[in-house]
């Protein structure tokens, strides 16, 4: 298509791009340690997160469902930040490899993957930033992709060695498994409706799942490393 606008958005390579706003702004993240807020139709620079930031394009980061915040690794904790301002809103006092905003925008859940606490789900109160809950799927399996059903009811977790849990948000249970993945699970999207799970692995397949029953439905294979 036709270029609209370019831009010298970033010093250093940008990783992580997010339409907000029905795509009237874009979210750009860099190895350069900052995250920018841009408007998509003129490319002029809105705001910009610099402070205390680490590597933010290299982990996992979501935007709450409302689009005013985000949530990154910053430095030794798991920061908030207000997307129009650039301003801190919250510090956990953990960080994390991957978080994810709950549907209602109430709590944020992250996991950690490396020693010394392989594999640990925090669930954190967005208004106070208290842990709720905290829990290990598999007790020192490292974790990555994290996703929560439309209705908050359950959480999807991609664990290491390839296995999907699903768990009951509130009582943490274990509901069901999708066995498939021979590799890291890296990412993880529920359907609009809930009915469906879609991952994606290190074994380079993208599987489309039954939330309901567990079964595989589709697999998507990318022959090349």
Same mark, same amino acid.
């Given at each position: !298509?036709?270029?609209?606008?370019? =831009? =010298?958005?970033?010093?250093?390579? %940008? @990783? !992580? &791009?997010?339409? @907000?706003? $029905? !795509?009237? =702004? %874009?979210i750009t993240t860099s190895t350069d340690d900052t995250m920018r807020l841009w408007d998509a139709a003129t490319g002029e620079l809105i705001s910009s997160i610099t402070k205390n930031i680490v590597a933010i394009a290299q982990i996992n980061f979501d935007v709450s469902h409302d689009e005013r915040y985000v949530v990154t690794r910053s430095a030794d904790t798991t920061a908030i930040w207000e997307i129009a301002t650039g301003d801190l809103v919250r510090q956990f006092d953990k960080q994390m490899a991957n978080a994810i905003f709950m549907p209602d925008d109430t709590a944020v859940v992250t996991i950690y993957s490396g020693p010394p606490e392989n594999g640990i789900v925090r669930i954190w109160d967005v208004n106070t930033g208290e842990l709720i809950h905290q829990f290990a799927p598999v007790p020192g399996q490292r974790l990555w992709g994290l996703a929560a059903t439309p209705d908050g009811k359950q959480l999807a977790? $991609? &664990?290491f060695d390839g296995v999907i849990q699903l768990r009951e948000y509130g009582t943490w249970r274990e509901v069901r498994q999708f066995l498939g993945h021979t590799g890291r699970v890296n990412h993880l999207v529920f359907s609009p409706d809930g009915r469906f799970l879609l991952s994606a692995g290190a074994d380079r397949t993208a599987r489309l799942w039954d939330v309901a029953t567990g079964t595989e439905l589709r697999r998507y294979v990318h022959e090349q490393q």
């Open positions: !298509g036709e270029k609209r606008w370019e =831009q =010298q958005a970033h010093s250093r390579d %940008i @990783l !992580g &791009i997010i339409y @907000l706003r $029905g !795509g009237a =702004q %874009i977790v $991609g &664990i």
